[in-house]
C-alpha cells in the first residue's frame, strides 16, 4: 500500500499561480507514472498532467502552457506548478501514482484549489 499526501492548495486571485506537492510513502521508482488530476463540482475527474519515469510528459489541452508537471524520485514527491490561474481551474485536485509493475492506482486525499477575485 501506498500513501500519498497533498499540499499547496488554498485560494488564489485569478492570474495567479500556485505549487502542489505530493509527496509519496515510498520510494518512487522510475517506472512509476506519476499523474496529477482534478474534480469540480457535479464533474467527473478528469486528468491534468502525467509524467513517466523516462520524464515523458503529457498535459490536458486546458493546461497546457499554464502548468508545469516535476518528479524528485530522490525526495518520492511529485510538483504541479499551476500559473495563470482561472476561475474554472477550482477543483479539488488528486495526485496519483500508477504502479506498472502490479497494476495497481494509489490516490492521494486531494487539496482544493479555489480561484476567485
Known amino acids: 500500500q501506498v500513501q500519498l499526501v497533498e499540499s499547496g492548495g488554498g485560494l488564489v486571485q485569478p492570474g495567479g499561480s500556485l505549487r502542489l506537492s505530493c509527496a509519496a510513502s515510498?520510494?518512487?521508482?522510475?517506472?512509476?507514472?506519476m499523474g496529477w488530476y482534478r474534480q469540480a463540482p457535479g464533474k467527473q475527474r478528469e486528468l491534468v498532467a502525467f509524467?513517466?519515469?523516462?520524464?515523458?510528459?503529457n498535459y490536458a489541452d486546458s493546461v497546457t502552457g499554464r502548468f508545469t508537471i516535476s518528479r524528485d524520485n530522490a525526495k518520492n514527491t511529485v510538483y504541479l506548478q499551476m500559473n495563470s490561474l482561472k476561475p474554472e481551474d477550482t477543483a479539488v485536485y488528486y495526485c496519483n501514482l500508477r504502479d506498472i509493475r502490479y497494476g495497481a492506482d494509489y490516490w492521494g486525499q486531494g487539496t482544493q484549489v479555489t480561484v476567485s477575485s
Open positions: 509524467i513517466t519515469g523516462d520524464t515523458t510528459i
Open positions: 515510498r520510494k518512487i521508482f522510475g517506472i512509476d507514472v
